[in-house]
């Protein structure tokens, strides 16, 4: 089994900065790739930015230049960086992971949600 465990949401005022933390335990072999998700009150989840196992990184069109994610392979950790935070970056946040566990199957994950609020 494995779990992944998010932290660092909370509430911002806009152009206010927060990071939202990540970590993934248990019976993992490999972490492939990793990612964070958005789902606003309405709205369909949507990727934010994912992360290649060799840290090659791509972001949605709308948090290019603000956002920034990375990830420590060592420690089975992703990580996102927000800064110049606007209010239309509120939603719940889920980070994802695609992970070899060590039975040698492949399966994706997703944490808890984290809820981001900014305040214009």
């Known amino acids: 089994q494995v779990q992944l465990v998010e932290s660092g949401g909370g509430l911002v005022q806009a152009g206010g900065s927060l990071r939202l933390s990540c970590a993934a335990s248990?019976?993992?072999?490999?972490?492939?790739?990793m990612g964070w998700y958005r789902q606003a009150p309405g709205k369909q989840r949507e990727l934010v930015a994912a992360i290649t196992g060799g840290s090659i990184s791509n972001y949605a069109d709308s948090v290019k230049g603000r956002f920034t994610i990375s990830r420590d392979n060592a420690k089975n950790t992703v990580a996102l960086q927000m800064n110049s935070l606007k209010p239309e970056d509120t939603a719940v946040y889920y980070c994802?992971?695609?992970?070899?566990?060590?039975?040698?199957?492949?399966?994706?994950?997703w944490g808890q949600g984290t809820q981001v609020t900014v305040s214009s």
């Open positions: 994802n992971a695609v992970i070899q566990e060590r039975t040698m199957l492949t399966r994706t994950y």
């Open positions: 248990g019976s993992i072999f490999r972490i492939n790739a």
